[in-house]
Nanobody
Framework: QLVESGGGLVQPGGSLRLSCAAS????????MAWYRQAPGKQRELVAS???????NYADSVKGRFTISRDNAKNTVYLQMNSLAPEDTAVYYC???????????WGQGTQVTVSS
């Protein structure tokens, strides 16, 4: 199970930190990622982090967003800075085990950037 939190309404230029708490599986075995889906658009990958901590970002968020993980807390984070209206979306957490093929999605958390 994955449970996201930390979404909300923020003004342009502001910051938010999303959290995704995992349970029911061995978190450290899984690569983690954040996706987002804006109204009328397809879900897109925002950032990912491997089991070993290597990260990857969509071009649209590079330099503004930071993904990190705490295996002791079974949690992955997404620090979002310099938020813009185009960042408005539902943000989803995903866990993937590339060896077994198992994957899990969270229920999503709404991020709205508006003045």
């Amino acid at each position: 199970q994955l449970v996201e939190s930390g979404g909300g309404l923020v003004q342009p230029g502001g910051s938010l930190r999303l959290s995704c708490a995992a349970s029911g599986f061995t978190f450290s075995y899984y690569a983690m990622a954040w996706y987002r889906q804006a109204p009328g658009k397809q879900r897109e990958l925002v950032a990912s982090i491997t089991r070993g901590g290597n990260t990857n970002y969509a071009d649209s968020v590079k330099g503004r967003f930071t993904i990190s993980r705490d295996n002791a807390k079974n949690t992955v984070y997404l620090q979002m800075n310099s938020l813009a209206p185009e960042d408005t979306a539902v943000y989803y957490c995903k866990a993937t085990n590339y060896y077994s093929g198992d994957q899990y999605w969270g229920q999503g958390t709404q991020v709205t950037v508006s003045s």
